[in-house]
């Protein structure tokens, strides 16, 4: 499918493959590699990743083009103020936009806060097929707290001199406990990969041999007040104990999903 410049693979009605977007994938590592090599901090054990900060903004819907524009030229800040983020930035507001009317999807506001690099080093991975463990990026255990959540997902992949390091989605029933659908997608460099951040779909990357692996993740995230269940028992609490209380709550869901999540791992 090709349609305003872009050719698109539907791998599933909500997961959609953007190619040849981005095409200074190469440049942009290298000029992060390079210019800021303290700033690489350590990815969960997978690999490495260096924030990249940038003006935030919220829009009740989704922003015209003048604002996208203003909101990049705002951009100040030494390490995120050069060619190679204000295209990824153009990029990621054109994708979306086209992926968003494409699946009817809506969110409740829409806020843009920043970008990182990542990269999986090579072999490393959390089993012998896994780079990482099937999850989504919005955090259920959550799902009732006021702040930030995430809503799309979008993933540009910079580069493809490694083998294997594909990305691998299941669909799962309300329980988890049923695999609806599964597929995979092989990224090229440039390509750009769009899809929602929550359940039911799950996502898991493919180790990364033979070469390291880049991308930048970025998302549209929407403000989110809070239950009205959950900010009544908050109510009810001093706010130290109700800080403990949440933390082993947060703890013990996290630990229950990740069970549950744990059967497909290694698996599919």
């Not at 829409?110 to 990482?132: F, P």
């Amino acid at each position: 499918m090709e349609s305003n410049n872009f050719v698109i693979e539907k791998i599933h009605d909500k997961v959609w493959a953007f190619k040849n977007v981005f095409s200074k994938g190469n440049e942009m590592i290298k000029h992060y590699q390079d210019t800021f090599p303290e700033e690489w901090v350590g990815w969960y054990g997978f690999g490495d990743h260096i924030l990249i900060p940038l003006p935030g903004e919220r829009y009740e819907s989704f922003p015209t083009q003048e604002e996208w524009n203003n909101l990049i030229a705002d951009i100040d800040d030494r390490k995120s103020n050069n060619v190679y983020v204000k295209e990824l930035m153009q990029n990621f507001y054109d994708v979306t936009k086209q992926y968003c009317e494409g699946t009817n999807t809506s969110l409740e506001n829409w806020c843009w806060q920043s970008i990182d690099i990542a990269c999986y080093k090579d072999g490393i991975g959390v089993n012998d097929k896994q780079g990482m463990n099937y999850h989504t990026d919005f955090q259920e255990e959550r799902k009732d707290e006021p702040g930030y959540k995430f809503g799309v997902t979008c993933l540009f992949y910079l580069n493809d001199d490694y083998e294997d390091g594909g990305l691998r989605f299941i669909v799962l029933n309300d329980d988890r406990t049923e695999v609806l659908e599964s597929f995979s997608y092989k990224p090229s460099a440039g390509d750009v990969l769009v899809f929602p951040s929550r359940h039911p779909f799950y996502h898991s990357s493919d180790i990364a041999k033979n070469g390291i692996k880049h991308l930048v993740r970025t998302y549209w995230r929407y403000e989110f007040p809070g239950t009205e269940e959950f900010l009544n028992e908050r109510a009810q609490y001093e706010e130290e104990e109700w800080a403990l209380l949440l933390k082993e709550r947060q703890k013990s869901k996290s630990f229950e999903i990740g069970q549950v999540l744990n059967q497909w791992n290694g698996v599919l």
